[in-house]
């Protein structure tokens, strides 16, 4: 009789922290709860249960000394890795000695220190490329060292703002999102990144921000206002369902791109399919990208080349 009764209770147990912790992003599962057990959660819960919806495997926690304590960072990181989450702690003021230089080849440095800004400034930060989900939280991104942390992580040679890198902001006032129209914190469409504000009575508001492009205003949706427990964080995210597909009007910007010819002497035009065997990659790619820029309502300025190297 002893091991169906271990069995019921690791059920039990395993349906109770699926109930808790938004089950991983599986179904609905609740607990019946009395009056007396109700309870709003921590921002510690909400925090986990957001990452774990997303399935993600570890965590980026990038901290202002100025704003954190040891205990309080020491206590946040232990929490998550009793609930099986890694976590690699980052100061937002371990500086560089000096700015990076661009390598041989590669993007340029877009990242633009201030020497009358002792915050802006490059930093060690490096978050590795994984082809696990990542987390990155960053609490109250309204302040000097949290903006430059945001800075050097949108500047193109870093490009840390990807679509399995899941960023949580969080602050205790809304207004703070008009931090990030910042045009050196680009967002782009294809990024992960909520704002959680922790309002009072231990409530709080998720939102859902992006750039159409960094000269654009930020765009911001709610996902959940005025919520106060796991549950309801949980069914508001999957509501509102994948970012990607909210995404999609890219409000006319324009690219610049190329179309790469190797027969100049014999190739006649684009739409010309009478010479198939005539560069053909650029005549097939054409038509692809041709129907993404009416779905994604974009435009193209393409130039000619002759390679696919660097300019």
Known sequence: ???????????????????????????????????????????????????????VRSLNMIVCPSNNTAVTISSLVSFYMEHNLPVRVWSGEDYLPEMPKRGLFGPPITYRDDTND???????????PLADKTGIILSD????????????????????????NFWLLMT??????????????????????????????????????YKVAAFKPLKHNFISRNFSHV???????RKYGSVISLREDLEGIIFNTGLVINFPDMFTDIEDLSLRHIDTMAKVTNRLVVDMARKLNLRFNTYQTDNYGWR
Request: overall charge negative; aromatic content about 10%; some cysteine.
């Open 1 to 55: 009789m002893q091991l169906p009764v271990i069995a019921i209770v690791l059920l039990f147990y395993v349906d109770n922290s699926f109930a808790q912790n938004c089950g991983a992003n599986q179904g609905n599962h609740y607990l019946l709860k009395t009056p007396k057990d109700i309870k709003k959660d921590s921002l510690k819960t909400i925090t986990l249960a957001y990452f774990q919806f997303h399935a």
């Open 118 to 128: 002792s915050f802006r400034r490059p930093l060690k930060l490096k978050l590795e």
């Open 141 to 164: 991104f309204n302040t000097p060292c949290a903006l430059n942390v945001l800075r050097w992580s949108a500047a193109s040679e870093n490009n840390y703002f990807k679509t399995n």
């Open 172 to 209: 205790k006032d809304i207004t703070d999102l008009k931090a990030l129209e910042d045009e050196d914190i680009f967002l782009p469409p294809d990024s992960e990144v909520k704002v959680l504000v922790q309002e009072v009575n231990l409530t709080y508001s998720l939102l859902d921000v």
């Open 231 to 237: 549950e309801d964080m949980c069914k508001a995210l």
